[in-house]
């Protein structure tokens, strides 16, 4: 296979990709939506800043930090945010 086929392969997979993956602009950075499908959501935030205090009154939400360290305020308590270690987050909290 010559390089320009590989090189078209490859650019034809990422359009691919990133039609499939919504990214969604937000003031605190970005979202990207990598699953919806049958009940459930997989999102990959991309924190840039601070965001403000709020809750979902729909769903439960289980946070996994992959990098980084922040802290998280679940009704009263303020908890760490720690690389791989989850979080669950109940609807209305």
Do not use: Q
Not at 20 to 47: F, H, S
Not at 49 to 55: I, L, N, Q, R, V
């Amino acid at each position: 296979m010559s390089f320009n086929n590989l090189k078209n392969n490859y650019n034809l997979a990422r359009v691919a990709w990133n039609k499939a993956m919504k990214r969604i602009d937000k003031p605190w950075g970005y979202e990207e939506i990598l699953v919806d499908d049958n009940g459930y959501l997989v999102k990959k935030l991309v924190l840039e800043d601070e965001t403000s205090m709020h809750y979902h009154s729909v769903r439960n939400e289980l946070l996994i930090p992959v990098t980084g360290e922040g802290t998280i305020m679940l009704d009263d308590d303020v908890l760490p945010l720690v690389p791989l270690t989850p979080v669950y987050v109940k609807t209305g909290g």
